[in-house]
């Protein structure tokens, strides 16, 4: 019996994840802590996202568009900074739109938000699964809250309640809308889930079992002051009743625990500016500085349906112009073609065949020599013509050679005359 090829299944590559993709890139100059907010955001969306994309400077938002289609990105995040300092953020839904334009008020990277905490709970495994979208303060009976809010809906994949499992939920993205302020809170956490009714004592046992040589009985290592007041029990809002088993000593099924959330940056305070029809052009929707009548939109849609009509003229004219130049190019090419090749040597076995199946039987060899030699001769003549140098003749020697051929031309007569008589 053959001995099978034993295939290796590559379990520990992190699969990618089917739902929306994104670009994350820059639009030009941002500085360094421009780039590193870049990579931040990044790092918040992925594994849906082109982690090691490099941008250079002459990409246009056409190139990233065509390339959209081809490895499934839904949505377009362009960070740029503006000639007073400011960061601005758009969001673009390729390849038709539309383009919500923000300006980040302030931020605060990654790298600083840890620093500032006591404790992070981060693993490997953190970003192996899209982060969970939670939204509030939006009012949807605004036509650009609604807008919104199905943008960002759309940025990320969609969660089945009853098909969900808990432990692919370890991350959210808080998204808070400030009505006094007009701004929104972008908050990035990870979340944990601990056993209610557990104090400090226990939770150690059930992590690691702790040195008891000092102690006479287990009741003195749970009464010793391992527990206070600042690790008190969680309160009722934030505990739940589990579904499903949890990772984590203590998280069964039924069971309760308590929701914590760690986080883990960026911070981001988001100011909405506009709201455009395409990508980066096209009608304005909404704009937050400049209000305008129905007659100026109308005028306004008008005149840019105006400009798509004339660029599709433009485009067309074009396009029969290259086409074109094309055939000229390859009639000019067939003439040179014509021009530069062989052409047929002449020969004699040719006119011989012809004369054959015209009169039915073969020439005369003196036709053939008469032949032979008038096309000879017609063919040399034309290949090698002869220079004639013209040289002006001396006055004094001149009327010397006029009469030296007189005579012999006198005698020639004369010479024949003798020989016809």
């Known amino acids: 019996m053959v001995k099978q090829k034993r295939k290796k299944k590559r379990t520990h590559l992190v699969q990618e994840e089917d739902g929306p993709?994104?670009?994350?890139?820059?639009?030009?100059?941002?500085?360094?802590?421009?780039?590193?907010?870049?990579l931040d955001i990044r790092k918040c969306l992925e594994p849906l996202t082109a982690r090691n994309l490099k941008a250079r400077k002459y990409n246009k938002i056409k190139d990233y568009i065509h390339v959209s289609a081809q490895f499934g990105v839904s949505h377009l995040l362009l960070l740029s900074k503006s000639m007073l300092g400011y960061v601005n953020l758009r969001v673009c839904k390729v390849p038709r739109g539309p383009t919500l334009s923000f300006r980040i008020s302030s931020y605060m990277l990654l790298k600083d938000v840890v620093s500032s905490l006591k404790r992070t709970k981060t693993h490997q495994h953190t970003h192996e699964s899209a982060p969970l979208l939670i939204m509030n303060g939006f009012d949807e009976s605004l036509p650009h809250h609604k807008?919104?809010?199905?943008?960002?809906?759309?940025?990320?994949?969609a969660v089945n309640v009853k098909t969900v499992k808990l432990n692919s939920i370890k991350r959210c993205l808080l998204l808070n809308y400030s009505s006094d302020s007009d701004t929104i809170e972008l908050r990035h956490y990870s979340i944990s889930a601990t056993p209610v009714g557990v104090n400090k004592a226990v939770k150690k046992l059930l992590k690691k079992v702790p040195d008891l040589s000092r102690y006479s009985d287990i009741s003195e290592f749970l009464t010793n002051g391992y527990f206070s007041e600042s690790d008190g029990e969680d309160g009722p809002e934030n505990q739940v009743e589990l579904p499903q088993n949890l990772s984590g000593r203590g998280n069964l099924k039924s069971n309760r625990s308590a929701v914590r959330l760690t986080e883990l940056g960026p911070r981001l305070t988001l100011k909405l500016v506009k709201i455009q029809d395409g990508v980066g052009e096209g009608e304005v929707l909404y704009h937050s500085h400049v209000k305008k009548t129905p007659e100026e939109k109308k005028k306004l849609r008008e005149r840019i349906q105006k400009q798509k009509a004339l660029k599709e003229k433009r485009k067309k004219e074009q396009q029969k112009n290259v086409e074109r130049k094309k055939k000229e190019r390859q009639v000019e090419t067939s003439k040179k073609r014509k021009r530069s090749a062989p052409k047929e040597e002449y020969s004699d076995d040719d006119d011989v065949q012809y004369y054959k199946?015209?009169?039915?039987?073969?020439?005369?060899?003196?036709?053939?020599?008469?032949?032979?030699?008038?096309?000879?001769?017609?063919?040399?003549?034309?290949?090698?013509?002869?220079?004639?140098?013209?040289?002006?003749?001396d006055s004094s020697t001149l009327k010397t050679k006029i009469e030296h051929t007189k005579s012999s031309n006198v005698k020639g007569i004369a010479i024949r005359r003798k020989k016809s008589a």
């Open 357 to 393: 199946d015209e009169i039915g039987e073969m020439p005369d060899a003196e036709l053939l020599l008469k032949s032979k030699r008038t096309k000879r001769s017609e063919n040399y003549s034309k290949s090698h013509t002869k220079k004639v140098k013209f040289i002006e003749p």
């Open 21 to 38: 993709h994104t670009f994350v890139v820059n639009k030009g100059k941002l500085g360094k802590s421009g780039l590193n907010l870049m």
């Open 147 to 157: 807008l919104l809010t199905t943008t960002f809906q759309n940025m990320l994949p």
